[in-house]
């Protein structure tokens, strides 16, 4: 009904950058918030930055001044730019969108996308 499908992941070396994107399509009546998660290799997935539907971002310590989170609202889509990476930023970068549908108008569910795949390394 409702698919996220991010691009733009890769190999980077360290202090080098990456811009993520992802995409939300099918039967969409309204997006709220959208972010980014990451999950590194045998680590939980976290929070990495959200923005609203205004436009109000919040990140977590470890992306604040290095990362900027936006959204492109015409056509569905949210952006991760990511500078200065280092090894510690490898992980696979989730995103996620807060939506309701056509079927459901009043309710948002959170919905992911599959994931890319972000290796800093020299």
């Known amino acids: 009904q409702v698919q996220l499908v991010e691009s733009g992941g890769g190999l980077v070396q360290p202090g080098g950058s990456l811009r993520l994107s992802c995409a939300a399509s099918?039967?969409?009546?309204?997006?709220?918030?959208m972010g980014w998660y990451r999950q590194a290799p045998g680590k939980q997935r976290d929070l990495v930055a959200t923005v609203t539907s205004g436009g109000s971002t919040n990140y977590t310590d470890s992306a604040k001044g290095r990362f900027t989170i936006s959204r492109d609202n015409a056509k569905n889509t949210v952006y991760l730019k990511m500078n200065s990476l280092k090894p510690e930023d490898t992980a696979v970068y989730y995103c996620m969108g807060n939506i309701a549908t056509m079927r459901s108008r009043f309710a948002g569910i959170n919905y992911w996308g599959k994931g890319t795949l972000v290796t800093v390394s020299s």
């Open positions: 099918g039967s969409i009546f309204s997006i709220y918030a």
